[in-house]
């Protein structure tokens, strides 16, 4: 569907920059937590992106990145925004 990725490029567009060393498969909350977004992913890219942000809070940053293992409070799924919830 052409609306559907271009929604998602703009969406990523106007994504907040990355600080250099991060991982791109979760962001940092100020309180420590990963957060990874998975609204609007299909499912498939999801459960990828899961896996991913999964993999990377295991293992750390890439041999040669130059960053440590990250110290991470809680993992936070978001799957959606809340319009159907009580």
């Not at 990250?70 to 799924?77: K, N, S």
């Amino acid at each position: 569907d052409v609306s559907a990725e271009s929604s998602e490029a703009d969406r990523l567009e106007t994504s907040p920059e990355v600080p250099e060393g991060e991982p791109l498969s979760y962001r940092l909350t100020p309180n420590g937590d990963a957060l990874v977004d998975l609204h609007g992913l299909p499912v498939e890219v999801a459960k990828v992106a899961v896996q991913v942000a999964l993999e990377d809070l295991m293992l750390g940053p890439a041999p040669g990145s130059g960053g440590g293992k990250a110290d991470v409070g809680d993992l936070i799924i978001v799957t959606g925004v809340g319009k159907h919830s009580p």
